[in-house]
């Protein structure tokens, strides 16, 4: 095996980079290793060009190979992999996000980058991912403008340090304030992904900052590899804008565009009108040009034209100011008394709904992943995007990569705010149906989903708002460092400015910080100056929108539905879960049948009982009668339930007896138990003590010396032992 090997330091641990033959059929290839994390990256190009497409089709897969983790998981019936997992699709995503931008987006031969995970141990392979990818196709014959590198970024609370490329460990510890993922080279930004606790636009500003002194010692790296090992660019056909579209476009169309665009309104249908009747004169006029070519010069012209009227005049397609929010609309329930919760929310033509529904413990999606396994989540948020909400016709059903992302992305915003099982034990989960789009669902969702979880009674920490910001920018001019004056940034994006905007910038959080962030970029990068002014200006939005949602309802209801299960929560001592299970889960099953309840036990003795109406009361009340450890002192209302001639056991618990000694029945001498006491009869008991092998002596005199008496029965004179 043919093999060369690079490394370089970051994060305290070592990167390597091998280049082998071991996939030499594919364009470029490259082995990273990070610890005991081993990703291959592999980029193929086809031969010819796709026909009949008006996108650049690129595809990037990302494989999690079970054996990755030394483990075999699956199902009992498919024990080899399958579809994706979530978590697969959004690293996917992110490395698709970083390296798109970077190439011809005129290029119509398919190129695919497929990452494998060979190897994972303490430290995420998404990072290693995208280096990988930079690197086979930096090497490679495929045109591609990088490299491009990324990092992690993570900060404990209370801690000022950060930390470089945290591990699973630091990530899932709880303690992470923190974690930012970053993509961009030669000292711009062009992919970010953050999770974070609330944290201030301030911190996230050094964070970056951090990031872009670590992206740059790994962009030198892999520029000293590709200069050494990088094979010759192929050089692809360009397109070439025939003379005569160019001038019917000026006849027919060039006046016409500035008031399509600039209509006023969302700009999509005016703009896609003027379209209609450019592609109609086209094929009349000049019947040998192709529909794609026509359109892609209709497109980059319309390009042209907003990014003219932003930069110089501070013009937008619906006339808004650069930094105006569209009019805002919240809506607590109104859909349906049976739903748990339900928000509604507009900004602009972008309306969602989103749904509550709450379960039990039970309820809880379990995650089986080479990363995680038999992990619990007990918060939710999936989001629908039909074909209706952009007034198309289209499937149903099913989800795709960008609903899985935006599911995520609004996820992960409101994940810090969402309630810990202790306090709140139920399972959450929202949905987001994205009604009418016209920019920035996910944000709208995020929205949306606030409301609904407070009209559903969730507890939530504060309420959370999100916004999409973007960017008007002179690429040509900012390339030489100098961006003043050089880019407009953009409030509340819709239609054409998310379509031919330089960025999509997502910022969610609360009044008091950040709890997500994912920006895309259609160029190669953006500086941070501008993005630290973005945070501003999103934050200012995010106030916005927050008092809108406030005024709507301003804290979470009371108290959950009335159509919600009812949860109720004890605790035992973990020696005691043994017994409340029962030899092959009897006595607990009993237990469910008894009260119509689902009852989960955690390792540490906590019990949740989700059922309706009395019943998970009743379940709690029986658990506590079984678990329950007596003391000297304890008075019931117990049942005979056996007589000796040394005296009666009484019944006081689920299933605990003590015995009443013969000579604690009455305070007068009882000669026979048979003729004072009878079985399953009620007596009133207090525990005298219990003894060294933990058996309860009970006492019925010392509760109630009168009982006897009260049942006509006298203690035995001398007469009465005579006459006998």
Request: glycine share 10%.
């Amino acid at each position: 095996m043919e093999n060369k090997t690079f490394s370089t330091e970051i994060g305290g641990k070592t990167l390597k980079a091998e280049f082998t033959d071991l996939a030499d059929q594919a364009n470029g290839s490259v082995i990273i290793r990070y610890g005991n994390t081993v990703i291959l990256a592999t980029a193929a190009m086809s031969d010819g060009e796709r026909d009949g497409i008006d996108y650049f089709p690129l595809t990037v897969d990302y494989e999690e190979k079970f054996y990755a983790a030394g483990q075999i998981l699956g199902s009992r019936f498919m024990r080899r992999e399958g579809r994706p997992s979530d978590e697969a699709v959004l690293s996917g995503r992110v490395v698709d996000r970083t390296i798109r931008p970077l190439f011809n987006q005129q290029t119509r031969r398919e190129v695919q980058v497929i990452i494998t995970i060979l190897s994972i141990d303490e430290d995420d392979p998404d990072v290693l991912a995208v280096l990988g990818a930079s690197l086979a196709l930096g090497t490679s014959s495929i045109p591609w403008n990088g490299p491009v590198s990324a990092v992690r970024i993570g900060k404990h609370n209370g801690d000022s340090d950060f930390i470089i490329n945290p591990t699973y460990t630091d990530r899932e510890s709880g303690e992470l304030s923190l974690d930012l993922m970053v993509c961009g080279r030669n000292g711009t930004i062009n992919m970010i992904e953050v999770g974070s606790d609330e944290v201030s636009e301030e911190m996230l500003g050094d964070a970056f900052k951090q990031a872009l002194t670590d992206l740059k010692k790994l962009e030198e790296f892999q520029k000293d590899i590709i200069s050494q090992i990088g094979k010759e660019k192929e050089v692809l056909n360009e397109e070439i804008t025939p003379d005569e579209l160019v001038e019917l476009f000026k006849k027919n169309i060039a006046e016409k565009l500035p008031s399509a665009v600039f209509s006023g309104s969302a700009g999509k249908k005016t703009i896609g009108a003027l379209k209609k009747e450019w592609i109609d004169s086209v094929q009349e006029e000049l019947p040998d040009i192709s529909r794609g070519a026509a359109d892609r010069y209709y497109e980059s012209r319309v390009n042209d034209t907003l990014h003219e009227g932003a930069l110089k005049e501070n013009k937008r397609a619906d006339g808004r100011k650069l930094n105006e929010i569209r009019s805002l609309f919240a809506q607590a329930g109104g859909m349906s008394p049976v739903l748990h919760g339900s928000g509604t929310f507009y900004r602009g033509g972008t309306h969602v709904f989103s749904a509550l529904t709450l379960g039990g413990p039970n309820d809880s999606l379990i995650i089986d992943t080479i990363e995680e396994q038999e992990v619990k989540k007990h918060f939710m948020h999936h989001y629908n995007f039909p074909p209706f909400s952009v007034g198309e016709t289209g499937r149903v059903g099913g989800f795709n990569r960008r609903m899985i992302g935006h599911g995520a992305l609004a996820e992960k915003a409101l994940k810090p705010v969402i309630p810990t099982k202790e306090v709140f034990p139920y399972t959450i989960r929202v949905v987001s149906e994205s009604m009418a789009s016209n920019g920035s669902t996910s944000m709208a969702s995020v929205c949306a989903s606030t409301v609904a979880l407070m009209d559903g009674g969730v507890p939530i920490k504060n309420p959370v708002a999100g916004i999409a910001m973007g960017l008007m920018l002179n690429e040509e001019k900012a390339a030489s460092g100098n961006v003043e004056g050089e880019y407009k940034i953009l409030t509340d994006i819709q239609g054409p400015e998310d379509h031919h905007g330089d960025m999509d910038f997502k910022v969610a959080g609360t009044r008091d910080g950040v709890t997500a962030v994912q920006m895309d970029v259609k160029i190669s990068g953006v500086p941070l100056p501008i993005l630290i002014e973005a945070f501003e200006e999103a934050k200012r939005a995010r106030i916005t929108i927050l008092d809108r949602i406030e005024e709507e309802i301003k804290t979470p209801r009371e108290s959950i539905s009335p159509h919600a299960p009812k949860i109720v929560t004890t605790t035992i001592k973990p020696d005691q879960i043994g017994m409340v299970i029962g030899p092959g889960g009897k006595v607990v099953n009993k237990i469910r049948e008894d009260t119509g309840t689902e009852i989960e036990i955690d390792d540490d003795g906590t019990i949740f009982i989700t059922g309706k109406g009395d019943g998970p009361d009743r379940a709690k009340e029986t658990i506590s009668e079984m678990t329950r450890e007596y003391v000297s002192g304890d008075k019931f209302e117990g049942e005979v339930t056996r007589i000796m001639n040394f005296g009666a056991f009484v019944k006081i618990g689920h299933n605990t007896e003590g015995l009443v000694h013969v000579s604690e029945i009455a305070p007068f001498r009882v000669e026979s138990v048979e003729e004072v006491l009878k079985t399953g009869e009620a007596v009133p008991v207090v525990v005298k003590e219990i003894d060294d092998q933990g058996r309860i002596n009970l006492s019925i005199k010392a509760v109630d010396p009168d009982f006897l008496t009260k049942k006509g029965i006298k203690p035995k004179t001398n007469n009465d032992k005579t006459n006998s």
